[in-house]
């Protein structure tokens, strides 16, 4: 979102979100619907200008979020809380910019961008198929169980190989009740 030359609302962040703030909710809520779960950064590419010895001196300063939040269709107060509070943090390194007597002042927001990408989680779980040259190599035991502890099953493996190697694959080939403590203690 470029913004316009003319528009006196630019010069300040809080002004710039009161008018802007429907535009981006829309925008990302039409994403939403479109890609279902998105991830979403917000930056903002700002001006400014200081007065030292007669001359005036401009710098750009580009502020964003440090990682993206993730949004779905039940997200519509997120999206704006989230909105705020990068607002918030961008005015409040400006503030203290200020108090630190840096005496740069907000020319213009000169950008605005709303990075918004596919969000698409893995899923995650249990069994998951060996590529093909690893599994050419019959060097790694794969058990195809259907829970979420492999973990367990592979330490199993190696304390536990099956007598004649057949379906070294198969649940069943190891013991359950193996005596392994698996708790975790601290």
Same mark, same amino acid.
């Given at each position: 979102?470029?913004?316009?030359?003319?528009?006196?609302? *630019?010069? !300040? $962040?809080?002004?710039?979100?009161?008018?802007?703030?429907?535009?981006?909710? @829309?925008?990302?809520?039409?994403?939403?619907?479109?890609?279902?779960?998105?991830?979403?950064?917000?930056?903002?590419?700002?001006?400014?200008?200081?007065?030292? =010895?007669?001359?005036?001196?401009? $710098?750009? !300063?580009?502020?964003? @979020?440090?990682?993206?939040?993730?949004?779905?269709? =039940?997200?519509?107060?997120?999206?704006?809380?989230?909105?705020? &509070?990068? $607002? &918030?943090?961008?005015?409040?390194?400006?503030?203290?910019? *200020?108090?630190?007597?840096? %005496?740069?002042?907000? &020319?213009?927001?000169?950008?605005?961008?709303?990075?918004?990408?596919?969000?698409?989680?893995?899923? %995650?779980?249990?069994?998951?198929?060996?590529?093909?040259?690893?599994?050419?190599?019959?060097?790694?035991?794969?058990?195809?169980?259907?829970? =979420?502890?492999?973990?367990?099953?592979?330490?199993?493996?190696?304390?536990?190989?099956?007598?004649? %190697?057949? !379906?070294?694959?198969?649940?069943?080939?190891?013991?359950?009740?193996?005596?392994?403590?698996?708790?975790?203690?601290?």
């Amino acid at each position: 979102m470029k913004t316009s030359e003319e528009n006196p609302n *630019n010069k !300040h $962040i809080f002004m710039f979100e009161r008018e802007n703030r429907e535009k981006i909710d @829309n925008l990302i809520e039409q994403e939403i619907q479109e890609l279902k779960n998105v991830k979403v950064s917000f930056q903002m590419q700002v001006k400014f200008s200081k007065e030292r =010895n007669g001359e005036t001196k401009e $710098i750009k !300063h580009f502020f964003q @979020n440090d990682e993206p939040q993730v949004f779905n269709r =039940n997200s519509e107060k997120k999206i704006k809380e989230k909105f705020d &509070e990068f $607002i &918030e943090i961008t005015k409040g390194e400006v503030e203290q910019w *200020n108090a630190a007597g840096s %005496g740069w002042v907000v &020319e213009k927001i000169e950008l605005f961008y709303v990075k918004i990408a596919r969000y698409d989680p893995l899923g %995650g779980g249990t069994y998951l198929p060996l590529l093909a040259n690893l599994a050419k190599k019959k060097a790694i035991v794969n058990v195809r169980n259907r829970d =979420n502890e492999c973990l367990k099953w592979e330490l199993r493996t190696a304390l536990f190989p099956p007598k004649n %190697g057949k !379906h070294a694959q198969r649940p069943s080939k190891y013991p359950v009740n193996d005596g392994i403590n698996f708790a975790f203690t601290i």
